[in-house]
């Protein structure tokens, strides 16, 4: 075997591997003399047909067979020998000879990545407790979180529940197939299209409305993105919220056996600093690759950026088929998602780098204690550290977890690190 290799670009390779004829021959005879015992003809007694007929009948079956097995049996032994990385896809293409077989493979190599100067990088490390209005905060959401609706005889008013029939027409097409019976909507919730909520204000049973109001430019569906709309909306009942207290029933119901307030307030602040530690982990590791990717120059493998690009798109496609919708091509924006897919490639080069070049290795220790700490959001959380543990493909999605983190941490203690003290309710997205 004979290997050459053509650099095409920074990061393309053509590769020509070439097999002497000899070689294809011997292949070829092998396979002719297989075909003898195994092919049945008229005329001819099963393992008896003449070699000469059975070369004439297969002989461009069989090449054809031979070169897929050298394609296959070679192409890794020539990326070894030439100590080639490939990327993504590679385009193989057989060539034509007379005299043994040839082929080239066409694919882009990963790049060489320097981290010169990945030491002192700048991230800001945002910092946060929970505080008691926090606290209080959180036990008044769970309060409301747990309401219930009551019948009202009065018009609708803010924090209402309404229940509605309704009809939409856009551009004179209806869009709701019909109409839309028996339909909830809390005032105030943002659930429906801007100003449909508030339409519904003073409104009471029995009540009848038209109204207009316009789809928000980068609504889901793009046939009525920015387009005006004008409903039809009667109403069939109004009902106001009862929040409950916190008494010893509410206590029980929560899970708090004993009923006892301080236990519940423990409780739900140990599960609140549990969520904070988690998004102050990820807000860090955040920073750390907004840095990375700012400092740190990549040259990218087209085809790992266009792979990235698919695996992007194709929640967005799924969808649509689920709502057996065909996707316009406004609603995939190339650029975006492109510019999404470069950064995520990137980070994934240079942190498997770091990881590569300073030999981080999975803390196993690690490991346990980030699925334990997982399974203390459930009720019976051994059964949940069992699960992860019972399929090394759940675990290992963990380890890759992990691991990630572990090489976050090893930037960050080499890092120049500001701290930024933050509020409870910023970091966890509130604000």
């Known amino acids: 075997m004979q290997v050459s290799v ?102 882009e190599v990963y790049p060489e990545i320097s981290l010169q100067g990945i030491d002192g990088i700048e991230v800001v490390r945002k910092v946060a407790s929970v505080e008691e209005a926090d606290l209080d905060a959180m036990i008044e959401q769970i309060r409301n979180q747990n309401k219930t609706w009551a019948l009202v005889e009065r018009p609708a008013q803010a924090n209402d529940q309404v229940w509605i029939s309704f009809s939409g027409v856009s551009e004179g097409e209806n869009f709701t197939d019909g109409k839309v019976d028996d339909y909830p909507v809390e005032i105030g919730a943002n659930k429906m299209i801007p ?50 207290e916190i008494d010893a029933e509410f206590l029980k119901d929560y899970g708090v056996l004993d009923g006892d307030l301080t236990t519940f307030k423990e409780d739900v602040k140990a599960n609140m600093e549990r969520e904070l530690r988690q998004a102050l982990r990820n807000n860090l590791k955040t920073a750390v ?34 709502q057996n919708r065909k996707l316009e091509e406004s609603e995939l924006p190339r650029d975006v998602f492109e510019e999404q897919a470069r950064r995520r490639v990137a980070l994934g080069l240079i942190l498997s780098e770091v990881i590569q070049a300073n030999n981080i290795k999975v803390d196993e220790a690690k490991v346990r204690s980030t699925i334990e700490d997982m399974a203390q959001s459930y009720e019976r959380s051994e059964d949940v550290i069992n699960w992860y543990y019972s399929d090394e493909n759940r675990l290992n999605e963990i380890r890759q977890l992990v691991l990630e983190d572990q090489t976050v941490e ?22």
């Open 6 to 107: 053509e650099k095409t670009s920074e990061l393309s390779r053509k590769m020509t591997v070439s097999v002497p004829e000899e070689v294809v021959k011997d292949k070829m005879e092998s396979r002719f003399k297989s075909l003898a015992r195994e092919v049945k003809l008229d005329g001819f007694r099963p393992g008896k047909v003449p070699q000469h007929v059975i070369k004439k009948m297969f002989k461009d079956r069989v090449r054809e067979e031979i070169a897929g097995d050298l394609i296959q049996s070679t192409y890794f032994e020539a990326l070894q020998e030439q100590n080639l990385r490939p990327a993504g896809y590679q385009h193989i293409q057989p060539i034509d000879e007379s005299e043994g077989f040839q082929y080239t493979a066409e694919f």
């Open 195 to 244: 100003g449909f909520e508030d339409n519904l204000i003073g409104l009471s049973a029995g009540d009848v409305k038209t109204f207009t109001v316009t789809f928000p430019e980068q609504y889901g569906n793009a046939k009525l993105a920015g387009k005006p709309a004008e409903f039809e909306v009667s109403v069939a009942k109004v009902e106001e919220s009862v929040v409950p």
């Open 289 to 322: 690759m907004d840095s990375l990717y700012a400092n740190i120059s990549v040259t990218l493998p087209k085809t790992l950026v266009d792979q990235e690009v698919e695996e992007i798109i194709k929640p967005y496609v799924e969808n649509a088929k689920k």
């Open 410 to 431: 090893w930037i960050v203690e080499r890092a120049k690190v500001t701290d930024e003290k933050v509020s409870f309710d910023a970091i966890m997205g509130k604000k």
